[in-house]
């Protein structure tokens, strides 16, 4: 319990102190927000800060820094330093700059913030590249809970069912205006994943598990059970919401459009972040308790479970009753679904940027909404007509979600440059080559779906993509100076 009480210390420590450093670089000031300047009432909507602040959390939270956490923590405690460090430095960075870059910009959706700084072509390969990003979350956190709320229903509400009724609610979310569902149902489930989470904490240090710890026995050394899934890259895939995720990008226009001050700026984008760090933190523990702690192993397989959910479900009733059954079911299913439908309503917002067409009316909403829902329902027969369809969706979801954060990275990097902030621009480039290296590597290693190279390799594969990575960027940068 040390090391993880620790990490909890460190990660607040991080939004007071390290956060407070990023908001200066950045330098927010008393501009007029385009929710001030623009207001449509359907996108650009002023909102209350701590309602912004909550629907930010949600959109980015989802399941991802439970699962996430969950399926990291079978690496050992290393993961616990990965969430730290990357939500502070990471992921917490890449939300605040490209949140505040929207934010000066009209709310400008990424593929257009990327383009803006790393060139037309770039742009047009991200636009592309989010809109495939977004249908598959939206099928990813389709199928989740309507698998889920398929065995806790009569067997006459099968997959199918599930899904075409989440599917109807997530055409609702998209057409109607922000504020009129999710300005209203957000908070409430957000608050409700957040008190999941404290609930569980307060069971942390009532029951005192043996968790392992740093100088433990395991040590930092890898605890996984498969023998070809190292530390690197694996580790830094599956624990992409705790820590960076180049989704949450593509949310933070959507709140850059309601907000009514750039001084709020650090709480939303930057302390949203944090608190799922912290959420990631929490569930890793307890999915360490349940790795090791002899009560919980007695309910489960211990390390060998693979399902999530499983383990949710397992920690959630034993340490808190019908009521946590009850929020499990809750976060387990609310959570991905509200990421879901935000997911193609920021689709939708990044067509009609491409287009060039106004949101207003309802009719033009739909005309892109359409094509986007067939995208999706495509992909989601493709997963349930095989048996691996679903796992071999859910890799490139991941691998394409850290992508994307590489993506945003060198373009908050060149941004730094070209503003002129001195040597500030390393706390994005740092974070930007060693996300290179991580995608980079595990395209080339991953069994199915990647190259299937020897993972004995990582470190040539990770040296070049740094190398090649830097080249570029410092050719780039000598050619500006000249």
């Known amino acids: 319990m040390i090391s993880f009480t620790l990490c909890l210390l460190v990660l607040v420590a991080g939004y007071l102190l390290y956060g407070r450093f990023v908001e200066r670089i950045f330098g927010p000031d008393d501009r007029k927000t385009p929710a001030l300047t623009r207001p449509d009432g359907m996108d650009y909507v002023p909102l209350p800060t701590w309602k912004v602040y909550m629907i930010q959390f949600l959109n980015i939270a989802g399941t991802g820094p439970i699962f996430g ?61 989010t809109i495939f990003l977004m249908i598959l979350v939206g099928a990813v956190f389709v199928y989740t809970p309507s698998d889920l709320l398929a065995n806790l229903t009569p067997n006459s509400l099968d997959v199918v069912f599930w899904i075409t009724v989440v599917f109807l609610y997530y055409l609702i979310a998209t057409l109607l205006p922000i504020d009129k ?117 007695e309910i489960g397989k211990g390390i060998h479970e693979n399902n999530p959910g499983v383990i949710v ?50 009719h033009k909403r739909l005309y892109i909404c359409v094509p986007l829902f067939l995208a999706a329902i495509g992909l989601l027969l493709f997963s349930l007509s095989d048996k691996e369809g679903f796992n071999l969706i859910w890799r490139y979801f991941a691998w394409a979600n850290q992508t994307l954060a590489v993506f945003t990275l060198w373009a908050l990097t060149v941004y730094l440059v070209r503003n002129k902030k001195g040597c500030y621009y390393l706390v994005t480039l740092i974070p930007a080559c060693f996300m290179t290296a ?15 190279w020897s993972p004995h390799h990582v470190g040539w594969f990770a040296a070049a993509a740094i190398v090649i990575a830097l080249g570029w960027f410092y050719r780039w940068k000598l050619k500006k100076a000249a």
């Open 181 to 297: 569902l999710i300005g209203k149902v957000y908070p409430l489930f957000g608050a409700a994943l957040l008190f999941m989470a404290v609930g569980i904490l307060v069971m942390l240090y009532i029951n005192q598990p043996a968790l392992p710890e740093f100088w433990g026995a395991q040590g930092l050394n890898n605890t996984y059970p498969a023998d070809n899934f190292p530390i690197f890259p694996f580790m830094f895939v599956s624990i992409a919401c705790g820590a960076i995720s180049g989704f949450h990008a593509t949310q933070s226009p959507l709140m850059a459009r309601c907000m009514k001050s750039e001084r709020h700026g650090r709480r939303i984008f930057y302390g949203a972040m944090i608190t799922e760090g912290l959420v990631a933190l929490i569930w890793a523990a307890a999915a360490n308790a349940y790795f090791y702690e002899p009560s919980l192993l």
């Open 313 to 362: 479900d397992a920690i959630t009733k034993n340490w808190l009753g019908l009521a946590g059954g009850v929020l499990a079911i809750l976060g387990v299913v609310a959570a991905p679904i509200t990421t879901g439908d935000t997911a193609f309503r920021s689709a939708r917002l990044i067509v009609a940027d491409i287009l060039g067409m106004e949101q207003k009316s309802l």
């Open 438 to 452: 991580v995608c980079f590597t595990y395209i080339c290693v991953e069994p199915k779906g990647g190259f299937g």
């Open 69 to 129: 956490a969950i399926m990291g923590a079978k690496y050992g405690t290393s993961a616990y330093i990965w969430i730290v460090v990357g939500s502070i430095f990471f992921g917490a960075t890449h939300d605040y700059f490209s949140g505040m870059i929207s934010l000066r910009n009209n709310g400008e959706s990424l593929p257009e913030q990327v383009g803006r700084y790393l060139g037309r072509n770039t742009k047009l390969v991200m636009r592309i590249f």
